[in-house]
Structures are given as C-alpha cells and as structure tokens.
C-alpha cells in the first residue's frame, strides 16, 4: 500500500508531543482520534517507523523516541493514585488516575507516587487540603519524616517518631489542634513525603 510520509512524520511528531505534555505515549486510539486518521493506519505507521528504526514500539504506550528518550533522563513520570484520606492504598496500574512529569533534579532518586491531601491535619507543615503531596515509596522513615503510614485499615499522612522506650510509634499532625496517634502494633510505612504541589 502506498504510504502518506506526511501522515508518518505527523504521528511520530504527535507522539512526542503527547509524551512531553503527559509524560507518558499516547495509545493508538488517541494518535487516531488527534490526527483523524483510523486505527488501523495509525497501527501500520507505527510499526513501520518502527521498523525503519525511527521509534521504539511494543504495544499501547510504549513509543520511544530520541526526543522522549532525551526528555526521560531529565524527568520522571508520577502516577497520582487517590487522596490520602481514602483507606489502604492499591498501587494497582488501573488505580492511577494521572501522570505528571516533574523534574528527576527536584526529585533524587527513586520510585514516586503523588497523593492528594484531604484534610487539614497537617497545615503547619505547609499542607493544605487539595495540594498535591509527592511520595517516594520506601518501607523505612527516620524520626521527623513526613510519612504515608498504614495502621489496620486506615492509611495517614503524619510526621513519624519511633517511641522506642515503649516500643510505639507516633504520628504527629502538624495542627495544635490535633492530638497524636500513638500505635503499639503493626505499623507499615508506604512512603516519605518530598515534595508539595500546590495551586495558587
């Protein structure tokens, strides 16, 4: 079949495009739906760039690029998985309701999530309600660390202390107002917070 090279060089750039902007490939029926153009085709054309060794490609959110590729090193895509108020956490691929592509210098190193704070429990560390809280996901915190911490069925975010002459754990809300939560069983740390995200 004779192949449109405008049509070719429109889906590469479209890619990149959608990847620079949401931090991860668009689908097959996104490209489609952007450049009103049939699946089918676009299908085709990504696996001829493909084949030509112009992109990288394996299935449904896999295009790779120099472009994508150079703008990787210097960024990390995080997945936003809920509010922190909403009980036990499912880091489950269907459970992430939004990428954001934040800068790896402002980060470190490590694997990321982002929550949303719900709630005003830790105002006077400068998180409010609605702000976007970004997480590295580690099982460890040292004392004075802001953590995601699971407790029985409920999941918190709190200042975290290690009560070691009573062998207890505290959570310490940022808000005077608010009394600690002192666990003497199982506590399970999902993460320590790094970063806020705030709208103006």
Do not use: W
């Not at 880091?91 to 934040?102: G, K, P, V």
């Amino acid at each position: 079949m004779p192949v449109n090279t405008e049509l070719l060089k429109e889906i590469k750039e479209y890619a990149e495009q959608y990847y620079l902007e949401n931090g991860v490939s668009p689908t097959v029926r996104e490209i489609a739906s952007g450049l009103n153009a049939s699946k089918t085709t676009v299908q085709r054309y990504l696996e001829r760039l493909r084949d030509s060794g112009e992109i990288e490609y394996c299935g449904e959110r896999s295009i790779k690029t120099e472009v994508t590729e150079k703008y990787n090193q210097q960024s990390v895509s995080v997945g936003l998985v809920g509010s922190i108020s909403c009980g036990e956490l499912n880091f489950a691929q269907q459970n992430i309701t939004d990428y954001y592509s934040l800068p790896s210098s402002m980060l470190g190193s490590g694997e990321f999530f982002m929550l949303r704070a719900s709630g005003d429990s830790m105002i006077n560390a400068g998180i409010d309600d609605g702000d976007l809280v970004v997480i590295r996901r580690q099982a460890t915190a040292r004392d004075g660390d802001i953590v995601v911490a699971l407790y029985g069925d409920d999941t918190t975010l709190k200042r975290f202390y290690k009560d070691t002459q009573n062998r207890r754990f505290i959570l310490h809300p940022e808000n005077e107002r608010l009394s600690d939560i002192i666990i003497e069983g199982d506590l399970i740390i999902q993460g320590v917070a790094v970063k806020v995200i705030k709208e103006l």
